[in-house]
């Protein structure tokens, strides 16, 4: 009976693995591209990777772009070749100001009296060093200022021409103490990411960075554990003087890209890119070794296939690019406007290999903005149910291991562990904010770990990796990218079903918020019911963009959609029935609810968007600040502290701005574009949106009709 109930079980799973991936993939190209994948090869192209300290505009970098080209040449891509992009502070790549290069020759920190301690060596350890360190030579007193981030931070300290230690946000520290009070550097253990379990590892080094357009100063990163030591004894009156030598120099240079393509059938049809970022402080494993190591795979997996015959060639061309995160993207695109126009979908890797008990990640599919619906989405969300069942049946003892997806080559054993992932919505901090902005408009499947404990310190080493979860994600990454540059419009009959599936579960779980929503307490009745029906309303939008994006994506007929659309029409229609009956039992009164805002003039206005392409946040650059200056930014009510203590949710205001930006489309009125975003996230008020997007003409971003 046991051998029995382990035949069926086999048989199950291996039908389930099998069928899987449909709609997207057949059972014979799902296995072709499931055994082709490896996660040894990238397990140790990371080795390399790792020893390098790939800083933007510097020679290691360049180092790094070199190593990549050289192997996307072996593998075989077509027209593989690196482009240099200036840079000096001033040029803009759309609407992103370019930033600064950066070369060290050395940099030391010792503690010279009372004890004689090396605390820092940029050839031994350059995460010491924080970047875009000026030249400087000084022997001095260090001072301990706390945070160093506030002006109270200095009251009754004389830090000129002294060395400061300061755990606060390095520009600003750089700010207050250098520009303004003439210390000569920084000591620093700031906590640059956040997790439940930062600070528990006091021994971890995080790598900090310095505004490179300050004229001077330095900082060297030390752990917690020794800046706490160093305060313990300024604490108890002792005297430490430090001598720290920097030898590096801040101006204009270049950014490199590294490119190269697997040409499609039909050079109409479009291209796919695959996008990561090079660049990272040594040693930068999993942020993002990890990534560029795993899309170089996935270019060697669909390469060798295509080339052997076993999959067909697909229409759209593949492209592969490796740059700085987020710069490197604007230059590219910014130098080609004809790739910009022919791209169809992004799939983007920022930290993919992290074993998941050791850096306590999850493995995220991450959905486009609701401004941007698309199904490739859903497309990759079932390759990764797919690997993820035949992960769990694998660690289940019911798989073999070449069902399961594990690597066992030598130089690269992986983990048999299952795969922790899921799929979340729209988190920003990567390229993909670029591919995903409404004046770029190219839908990004975004790929990426988090939490991860050593994300920016320097225990983000090889020994985090997992080879067997490289090979997944690669595999992933290679499927994905096959069916956005295959897909034709004879699979909508069977594909379109699927993503009405998905859709009908998405308005479930809105549906669900919006039972809450119309029942809060803490809202009238009338609002309640109001924001209620417009999570839903807005919810439909999305869903039913995501159905016709297969259709324009394809060439189908145009209401190719329409059985599936009306589909999901008619869930959303029942839902509204239930909120409107809950809204009466609460007391709301009319057929209908009006918007919180149909009084105010400003919701009736329509922004118009005229900058040039892009957010209009990014790496080194935020458009509105450079642009409006800080007195005036500071008065943008969203981006306040107030106002993000006003609508309470955390650190989103980011993501409002960045969401009423790409919903401004010359016909949305300003009371729209609130209704799209307060659905999206959480209600604001309209004087909110209004208040930004007033900002954004000021800046010449966007116009009045």
């Given at each position: 009976?046991?051998?029995?109930?382990?035949?069926?079980?086999?048989?199950?799973?291996?039908?389930?693995c099998?069928?899987?991936?449909?709609?997207f993939l057949?059972a014979?190209?799902?296995?072709a591209?499931?055994?082709?994948s490896?996660?040894?090869?990238?397990y140790e192209?990371l080795?390399?990777l790792?020893?390098?300290h790939?800083?933007p505009?510097t020679?290691?970098?360049?180092?790094?772009a070199?190593?990549?080209?050289?192997?996307?040449?072996?593998?075989?891509?077509?027209?593989?070749?690196?482009?240099?992009?200036?840079?000096?502070?001033?040029?803009?790549?759309?609407?992103?100001?370019?930033?600064?290069?950066?070369?060290v020759?050395?940099?030391?920190?010792?503690?010279?009296?009372?004890?004689?301690?090396?605390?820092?060596?940029?050839?031994?350890?350059?995460?010491r060093?924080?970047?875009?360190?000026?030249t400087?030579?000084?022997?001095t007193?260090?001072?301990?200022?706390?945070?160093?981030?506030?002006?109270?931070?200095?009251a009754?300290k004389d830090?000129?021409?002294?060395i400061?230690?300061?755990?606060?946000?390095l520009?600003?520290?750089?700010?207050?103490a250098?520009?303004?009070?003439?210390?000569?550097?920084?000591?620093?253990?700031?906590?640059?990411?956040?997790t439940?379990?930062?600070?528990?590892?006091?021994?971890?080094?995080?790598?900090?960075?310095?505004?490179?357009?300050?004229?001077?100063?330095?900082?060297?990163?030390?752990?917690?554990?020794?800046a706490?030591?160093?305060?313990?004894?300024?604490?108890?009156?002792?005297?430490?003087?430090?001598?720290?030598?920097?030898?590096?120099?801040?101006?204009?240079?270049?950014?490199t890209v590294?490119?190269?393509?697997i040409?499609?059938?039909?050079?109409?049809?479009?291209?796919?890119v695959?996008?990561?970022?090079?660049?990272?402080?040594?040693?930068?494993?999993?942020?993002?070794g990890?990534?560029?190591?795993?899309?170089?795979?996935?270019?060697?997996v669909?390469?060798q296939?295509?080339?052997?015959?076993?999959?067909?060639?697909?229409a759209?061309?593949?492209?592969?690019?490796?740059?700085?995160?987020?710069?490197?993207?604007?230059?590219f695109?910014a130098?080609?406007?004809?790739?910009?126009?022919?791209?169809?979908?992004?799939?983007?890797?920022?930290?993919?290999?992290g074993?998941?008990?050791?850096?306590?990640?999850?493995?995220?599919?991450?959905?486009?903005?609701?401004?941007?619906?698309?199904?490739?989405?859903?497309?990759?969300?079932?390759?990764?149910?797919?690997?993820?069942?035949?992960?769990?049946?694998?660690a289940?003892?019911?798989l073999?291991?070449?069902?399961?997806?594990?690597?066992?080559?030598?130089?690269?054993?992986g983990?048999?562990?299952?795969?922790?992932a899921d799929?979340t919505?729209?988190?920003?901090?990567?390229?993909?904010?670029d591919?995903?902005?409404?004046?770029?408009a190219?839908?990004?499947?975004?790929?990426?770990d988090?939490?991860?404990?050593?994300?920016?310190?320097?225990?983000?080493?090889?020994?985090?990796?997992?080879?067997?979860?490289l090979r997944?994600?690669?595999?992933?990454?290679?499927a994905?990218g096959?069916?956005?540059?295959?897909?034709?419009?004879?699979?909508?009959?069977?594909?379109?079903?699927f993503?009405?599936?998905?859709?009908?579960?998405?308005?479930?779980?809105?549906?669900a918020?919006?039972?809450?929503l119309?029942?809060?307490?803490?809202?009238?009745?009338?609002?309640a019911?109001?924001?209620?029906?417009n999570?839903?309303?807005?919810?439909?939008?999305?869903?039913?963009?995501?159905?016709?994006?297969?259709?324009?994506?394809?060439?189908g007929?145009?209401?190719?959609d329409?059985?599936?659309?009306r589909a999901?029409?008619?869930?959303?229609?029942?839902?509204?029935?239930?909120?409107?009956?809950?809204?009466?039992?609460?007391?709301?009164?009319?057929?209908?609810?009006?918007?919180?805002?149909?009084?105010?003039?400003?919701?009736?206005?329509?922004?118009?968007?005229i900058?040039?392409?892009g957010?209009?946040?990014?790496q080194?650059?935020?458009v509105?600040?450079a642009?409006?200056?800080k007195?005036?930014?500071?008065?943008?009510k969203?981006?306040?502290?107030?106002?993000?203590?006003?609508?309470?949710?955390?650190?989103q205001?980011?993501l409002?701005?960045?969401?009423?930006?790409?919903?401004?489309?010359g016909?949305?009125t300003?009371?729209e574009?609130?209704?799209?975003?307060?659905?999206?996230?959480?209600?604001?008020?309209?004087n909110l949106?209004?208040?930004y997007?007033?900002?954004?003409?000021?800046?010449?971003?966007?116009?009045?009709?």
């Amino acid at each position: 009976m046991r051998n029995l109930r382990l035949i069926c079980l086999f048989v199950g799973f291996s039908t389930l693995c099998a069928f899987a991936q449909q709609p997207f993939l057949t059972a014979s190209q799902w296995t072709a591209l499931r055994d082709e994948s490896n996660g040894a090869a990238p397990y140790e192209n990371l080795r390399y990777l790792t020893g390098l300290h790939r800083v933007p505009a510097t020679p290691e970098f360049d180092q790094a772009a070199q190593f990549v080209l050289q192997r996307a040449k072996e593998y075989g891509l077509s027209d593989a070749h690196s482009e240099q992009f200036p840079i000096d502070g001033t040029k803009n790549y759309g609407l992103m100001r370019s930033y600064l290069a950066w070369t060290v020759e050395e940099a030391r920190l010792w503690e010279v009296r009372p004890e004689h301690l090396l605390l820092g060596d940029w050839k031994t350890d350059p995460i010491r060093l924080a970047d875009y360190s000026h030249t400087a030579d000084a022997e001095t007193e260090l001072v301990d200022v706390g945070n160093g981030g506030a002006e109270s931070d200095y009251a009754g300290k004389d830090v000129r021409g002294k060395i400061v230690l300061a755990d606060g946000v390095l520009a600003r520290v750089q700010q207050l103490a250098i520009a303004q009070r003439g210390a000569a550097g920084i000591v620093s253990d700031m906590p640059n990411q956040t997790t439940a379990w930062s600070g528990l590892d006091t021994t971890v080094v995080r790598w900090g960075h310095l505004d490179a357009r300050q004229p001077s100063g330095f900082a060297f990163m030390v752990s917690r554990q020794t800046a706490e030591a160093l305060r313990s004894r300024l604490r108890s009156g002792e005297a430490i003087t430090l001598s720290a030598h920097v030898k590096a120099t801040v101006g204009p240079g270049h950014w490199t890209v590294v490119t190269g393509t697997i040409p499609g059938t039909d050079q109409a049809a479009g291209e796919i890119v695959y996008s990561c970022h090079l660049d990272h402080e040594r040693p930068g494993a999993n942020d993002n070794g990890s990534g560029c190591v795993t899309i170089l795979e996935s270019a060697r997996v669909l390469q060798q296939l295509i080339d052997s015959g076993k999959l067909p060639r697909p229409a759209r061309t593949l492209r592969f690019t490796w740059g700085p995160e987020v710069e490197g993207t604007m230059a590219f695109l910014a130098t080609h406007p004809e790739i910009r126009q022919r791209l169809r979908a992004d799939i983007h890797m920022d930290m993919v290999g992290g074993d998941p008990f050791k850096n306590k990640s999850v493995f995220h599919v991450t959905a486009t903005p609701w401004s941007l619906p698309s199904f490739v989405t859903d497309a990759g969300s079932v390759l990764l149910d797919t690997i993820r069942a035949a992960a769990s049946g694998y660690a289940a003892g019911e798989l073999p291991a070449d069902q399961g997806i594990v690597e066992t080559r030598a130089g690269g054993q992986g983990t048999r562990n299952e795969l922790f992932a899921d799929v979340t919505p729209y988190s920003s901090g990567s390229d993909h904010d670029d591919y995903d902005s409404s004046t770029i408009a190219v839908p990004s499947l975004y790929l990426r770990d988090w939490p991860d404990i050593y994300i920016h310190t320097d225990h983000d080493t090889l020994d985090q990796i997992d080879a067997t979860k490289l090979r997944r994600v690669a595999l992933l990454g290679a499927a994905s990218g096959y069916v956005y540059a295959g897909i034709t419009a004879q699979q909508l009959p069977t594909v379109l079903p699927f993503l009405a599936s998905q859709a009908e579960a998405r308005l479930a779980q809105v549906f669900a918020a919006a039972q809450q929503l119309v029942g809060d307490p803490k809202l009238e009745a009338g609002v309640a019911w109001y924001e209620a029906r417009n999570l839903v309303n807005q919810a439909l939008l999305r869903e039913r963009a995501t159905l016709h994006s297969v259709v324009e994506f394809t060439g189908g007929a145009a209401d190719a959609d329409a059985e599936a659309g009306r589909a999901v029409s008619d869930q959303a229609a029942n839902f509204q029935r239930w909120i409107d009956a809950r809204a009466k039992m609460r007391g709301a009164t009319g057929s209908a609810p009006s918007a919180p805002w149909a009084g105010d003039p400003d919701a009736k206005r329509i922004p118009v968007r005229i900058g040039e392409f892009g957010p209009l946040d990014y790496q080194n650059d935020n458009v509105l600040l450079a642009r409006l200056g800080k007195e005036r930014y500071g008065k943008i009510k969203l981006v306040s502290n107030g106002a993000t203590r006003l609508l309470n949710v955390l650190d989103q205001s980011e993501l409002y701005a960045y969401e009423i930006v790409n919903f401004v489309n010359g016909w949305r009125t300003v009371g729209e574009i609130r209704d799209a975003v307060s659905a999206e996230y959480a209600p604001l008020p309209v004087n909110l949106v209004a208040d930004y997007l007033n900002a954004c003409a000021e800046a010449g971003v966007i116009r009045w009709k």
